[in-house]
């Protein structure tokens, strides 16, 4: 008989289970869901890490035609790149199920746009380009890192992720974005 691993073993404890700091931190902040122009901003800010933020802040950057700053947007998109297939393939592997689907009465404020919730890609992408931004354009990181913060919270909010979802999607995001920038970036 072959003896699980302590990953597998940890993984599945992690899908089964909210930890009690956790579940307190999404009942008090999904509480806020009565307030309607926080719940437009959050549900704004998560239509942002959809892509047009990223989109619109590339094709910004290279509207510059600045060698050094062409060489962050493709450090930026390198980082994506590497978030998304990332993410991907740990949402594949550990199989977190959505809040909203494992949590009765927590309901849903936008569509999810794959099946499971552990990483936040949202988050992990966001957190990706501003680890870019903070290597390459330092004077652009405190605007990127307000919008990658946002962007975390507001998939809590929206019932999409759990908070350890988007703390791992940041802390991944982040790591990949400065070992991008650092290794493009001359």
Not at 56 to 82: E, H, Q, R
Not at 101 to 117: I, M, Y
Not at 145 to 173: E, K, Q
């Amino acid at each position: 008989m072959v003896k699980p691993t302590a990953f597998k073993i940890l993984t599945h404890y992690y899908i089964e289970h909210i930890t009690p700091i956790e579940a307190n931190i999404m009942r008090r902040f999904c509480a806020l869901r009565s307030f309607a122009w926080l719940t437009w901003a959050f549900k704004s800010a998560s239509r942002l890490g959809d892509g047009p933020l990223w989109v619109a802040s590339g094709v910004g950057l290279l509207a510059l035609s600045d060698p050094y700053i062409n060489t962050i947007v493709f450090a930026a998109i390198s980082a994506v790149g590497f978030s998304v297939v990332l993410f991907m393939g740990m949402k594949n592997l550990v199989g977190r199920p959505r809040p909203f689907e494992a949590w009765q009465g927590l309901n849903c404020l936008a569509v999810p746009p794959d099946k499971f919730s552990f990483p936040s890609g949202h988050t992990m992408t966001a957190f990706s380009v501003w680890g870019v931004m903070a290597v390459g354009l330092p004077t652009l990181s405190t605007f990127y890192l307000s919008m990658a913060i946002l962007i975390g919270l507001s998939r809590v909010f929206l019932g999409l992720h759990y908070p350890t979802d988007v703390l791992v999607g940041a802390l991944l995001g982040g790591s990949i974005g400065f070992t991008v920038a650092t290794l493009v970036i001359k």
